[in-house]
C-alpha cells in the first residue's frame, strides 16, 4: 500500500512539484508524519494537508523541515515562493469562477433569462384599450371632422352623449347654423378659436371619462398586470444548495465553514489586512450568506475577531500559524464586514476591502483554498 496519496489532480504543476519535493525530503529521512511533527513544531493535522496538496505551508513550516531532514533551506524557499505564487493564481481563477456562478444563478432566479409571455397579454390589452378610449371620443369632438372606421358594437354600459347634455348644446351653437351670412373674417378667427377650444376641452373632457369607465368596467385589468410582471419566486436555500453544502444563513451561526461545506470553491476573499506580520482576512461564501475570518502568518497566540448580524466570533493562531473562527451570517455587503486582529505583542490591524479585478471578483487570497 503506497504511503503517500494521489496530489488532487487540479492542483498547479509548480504546487505538485513542491509537494513532491516535501515528501521525497520526509521519504529519505525515514521519519513518520507524526516525528516530522514533533521535530519542526506544527501538528501532524497541519503536515498531512501540506504533504497532500491540500495546504500550502508557512516558510517557517519550510525551513524547518529543511533544517530537520538536512535539506538546503534556500532550495526549498526558491520552490515555495514559485508554489505560493501558483497557488495565489488558482484561487484568483477560483474566485472569479464562482462570481460568474453566482451572477448567473441571480440572473436565473430574477428571471432575465426566461421569457414571461404571461406579462405581454395584459400590457398589451391595456395599453390598446387606453390607446381606443382616447381615440374614440376625440373624434367626436364638436367642430372635428370624424374619420371613417369600421362598425363597432355599441355596448350598453358605457357614458353616451346623452349623460352629458352640455355637449350636444355646443355643437348646435356651430358658426354655420349660428351666421345666415357669410361672417367676416374677425368672426371666422374667433369663431375658429371657440371651435379649437371647445374641441381640446371636449377631448380632455371625453378622454378622462373614458378611461375611468374602462377602469371601472374592467377592474381586473391593473392587479393582473402586476401580478404577471411580477418575477417568478427564487428557489429555497433548500434546493439551491449545491452538493456537500450543508447549510445556509441563520442555520450556519457558529459552525466550521470547512465542515459545512462553506469554504474552498465557494469562497471569496472581500477584504484583508495585517496585524504586524499577521495576515488577517474576511472569507464570505456566497452560497451559505456567511463569513469568517482567517488569520495566518501569525505567530503562536495572535488571535482574529470578526463580528457581523449581531454575532461575533474569534480564533488563536496554532502553532502553524494560522486559524480561522466559526461562521456568522451576512445580509448585506461582505466589502463592509470587517476582521480584526492583534498580536501577542499588542500589535492591532484591521482588514480594508480588496481591490476589483478587471474581471469584477476580489483579488485572491495568499492562503488555503480549503477555507
Known sequence: MPRWKALPEELDPQVREFAGQLRRLVDRSGLSV??????????????????????????????????????????????????????????????????????????????????????EPPAKGAKSAKKSAKSAPASEAPGTAAMPQAPQPRRTDLPSAADFPEWAAAADRSPAAAAPAAPSPAARRGSRGRTVMFAVVGAVGAALVAGAAVLLLNPGTGPAKKEATRPAAAPSAEQALPAGVRCTGAGCVGKDPEDMGCGGQHAITPSRGKAGRAVIEVRYSKVCHTAWARISRAAQGDQATLSAGGHSATARAERDGAAYTPMVEVTGDPAKVAACGTTVAGVKGCSRPVPATPAGAPAPSAGSAAR
Do not use: C, F
Open 34 to 119: 507524526a516525528a516530522v511533527a514533533d521535530a519542526t513544531g506544527y501538528s501532524k493535522t497541519s503536515w498531512e494537508r501540506y504533504l497532500n496538496g491540500r495546504l500550502l505551508p508557512p516558510l517557517r513550516a519550510v525551513v524547518a523541515l529543511a533544517e530537520t531532514t538536512g535539506a538546503q533551506p534556500a532550495h526549498l524557499t526558491t520552490l515555495w515562493e514559485l508554489a505560493e505564487r501558483a497557488w495565489s493564481r488558482a484561487e484568483m481563477r477560483q474566485d472569479v469562477t464562482m462570481e460568474a456562478i453566482s451572477v448567473a444563478q441571480a440572473r436565473a432566479a430574477l428571471g432575465w433569462d426566461t421569457d414571461q409571455p404571461a406579462a
